[in-house]
C-alpha cells in the first residue's frame, strides 16, 4: 500500500472547510432568514474517500436531503452555525470510509435509500469502472472518489435550492470550491450539474480553458481545464447535463470519450 493511500485512509472534509461552512454560507443564509421560505435547510461538505488517489471527483448542484434541517433564522446566532456546521462535518466523517454508504445502499437498496434507482450514482460508477479508476464489481468503488456539491445549503426536504437561498450563500460556496479543488487536487473534475449552475462556480477561475465548439455532443455542455493558480497542476473537468431521464449509455460513452480527450 503507498504512503497517499495511507494519507487519504485518514481523511475527511477539513476543519478549514467547516470554518468557511460555517462563516460564510450557513452565517449568510441566517442573515438573509427574512428573504427565504420559513422551511428548514440541511447542509454537505466535501466527502473523501479512504482509497481516493486524486483520480476523480463527482459533484452536483446540491445534496437531496441529509441532517436533520434547521430553520434559516436560527443560524443568524453565530454558536448555531458553528454547531450545526461541526454536525454537517461529522456526518460527511466514518470509519474505516464515510463513502463506503454509496455501496452498501446500492448492493443492498432499501425504501428509503435505493441508490439502483439513482441515475446520478448508477452513471458515476459506470465513469468510474470505464475510466479504469476502480473495480466497480468490488464494494469499495465509491471510496476512490471525492463526492461534492456545488451549493452547500439545501431545503432539507429535498430539491435543489431556489434563486433566493442560492444567492444567499453563492459567494462563499465559490470560496469552498476553490479550497475544496486545492485541498484534494484531482486529476478530473465531473460536474454533473448542467452548465447554467456550473458556469459562476468556473467563471470565477482566473487560470481556465473552456471548449465546447467543433464537437457533436448532446450530453456534455463543456469541458477544459482549469487551476487555482499556475503553479497547480491543471484539473481537467466535464460538465454534463444531469443523467435522470437521460440515455445513461450515450451518456456515459460521451462523458468519457471527451475525459480521454482532454
Given at each position: 500500500m503507498s504512503y497517499e493511500i495511507i494519507l487519504w485512509g485518514e481523511a475527511m472534509a477539513t476543519e478549514q472547510e467547516r470554518q468557511l461552512l460555517a462563516?460564510?454560507?450557513?452565517?449568510?443564509?441566517?442573515?438573509?432568514?427574512?428573504?427565504?421560505?420559513?422551511?428548514?435547510?440541511?447542509?454537505?461538505?466535501?466527502?473523501?474517500?479512504?482509497?481516493?488517489?486524486k483520480k476523480l471527483m463527482v459533484a452536483g448542484r446540491c445534496v437531496n436531503g441529509w441532517i436533520?434541517?434547521?430553520?434559516?433564522?436560527?443560524?443568524?446566532?453565530?454558536?448555531?452555525?458553528?454547531?450545526?456546521?461541526?454536525?454537517?462535518?461529522?456526518?460527511?466523517?466514518?470509519?474505516?470510509?464515510?463513502?463506503?454508504?454509496?455501496?452498501?445502499?446500492?448492493?443492498?437498496?432499501?425504501?428509503?435509500?435505493?441508490?439502483?434507482?439513482?441515475?446520478?450514482?448508477?452513471?458515476?460508477?459506470?465513469?468510474?469502472?470505464?475510466?479504469?479508476?476502480?473495480?466497480?464489481?468490488?464494494?469499495?468503488?465509491?471510496?476512490?472518489?471525492?463526492?461534492?456539491?456545488?451549493?452547500?445549503?439545501?431545503?432539507?426536504?429535498?430539491?435543489n435550492p431556489g434563486g433566493a437561498l442560492c444567492q444567499a450563500q453563492q459567494a462563499g460556496c465559490k470560496a469552498l470550491f476553490k479550497q475544496e479543488l486545492k485541498t484534494y487536487t484531482p486529476s478530473r473534475l465531473l460536474l454533473l450539474t448542467g452548465m447554467g449552475w456550473a458556469w459562476p462556480f468556473l467563471s470565477d477561475f482566473d487560470y481556465m480553458s473552456q471548449s465546447i465548439t467543433g464537437y457533436d455532443y448532446d450530453y456534455v455542455e463543456g469541458f477544459g481545464t482549469l487551476s487555482i493558480d499556475p503553479a497547480m497542476q491543471p484539473i481537467s473537468y466535464l460538465v454534463a447535463v444531469h443523467p435522470q431521464g437521460k440515455p445513461e449509455e450515450q451518456w456515459i460513452s460521451e462523458v468519457c470519450s471527451v475525459f480521454e480527450r482532454i
Open positions: 462563516s460564510k454560507m450557513l452565517a449568510a443564509v441566517g442573515n438573509n432568514a427574512a428573504k427565504l421560505p420559513k422551511s428548514k435547510v440541511t447542509g454537505f461538505l466535501a466527502m473523501v474517500g479512504h482509497l481516493y488517489e436533520e434541517g434547521i430553520l434559516p433564522e436560527h443560524l443568524a446566532l453565530p454558536a448555531e452555525a458553528e454547531s450545526y456546521s461541526s454536525r454537517i462535518l461529522k456526518s460527511v466523517s466514518g470509519d474505516p470510509c464515510p463513502m463506503k454508504w454509496v455501496a452498501d445502499h446500492y448492493k443492498n437498496p432499501s425504501k428509503q435509500c435505493n441508490l439502483r434507482q439513482s441515475a446520478f450514482w448508477r452513471t458515476i460508477r459506470d465513469v468510474v469502472g470505464q475510466l479504469d479508476i476502480a473495480d466497480v464489481e468490488q464494494d469499495s468503488w465509491p471510496c476512490h472518489l471525492v463526492w461534492s456539491n456545488l451549493y452547500k445549503v439545501a431545503p432539507a426536504e429535498g430539491g
